[in-house]
């Protein structure tokens, strides 16, 4: 209760209403029972955009914590590197997706499905 009324004092001051105007236009808490408002979180969750979305960000991070994880690594146990002398060649992904991500987001944007 003490909420509400901040919050209508508040939009009282912001919009220079009178209190009692602001705390009509405030949704009673009778409004959350409403059955109309359910989110349809099975459907949303079978949906296949959702799953494309979700399957792409896991194969992105999956590969971008590898990478950052065994790119030091690699270098230095496979290629026979000093990590510390060629830490410049640990940069080369990182700036590579930094210049390609404009590039496949503008594409994405007007691919045809």
Known sequence: AATAAATAAAAAE???????????????????????AVVPYKDFFRSPPVWA???????????????????PSYFEMALGLNVQESSFLTLIPYVAMIGMTPVVSAKSTYASI
Not at 18 to 34: E, H, L, M, N
Not at 53 to 71: E, I, K, P, Q, S
């Open 14 to 36: 912001v919009d220079h209403r009178p209190a009692a105007a602001a705390q009509q236009q405030q949704p009673s808490s009778s409004s959350q029972g409403d059955r109309s």
């Open 53 to 71: 979305v979700t399957v792409a960000h896991f194969c992105f991070n999956w590969g971008y914590y590898t990478l950052l994880a065994w790119l």
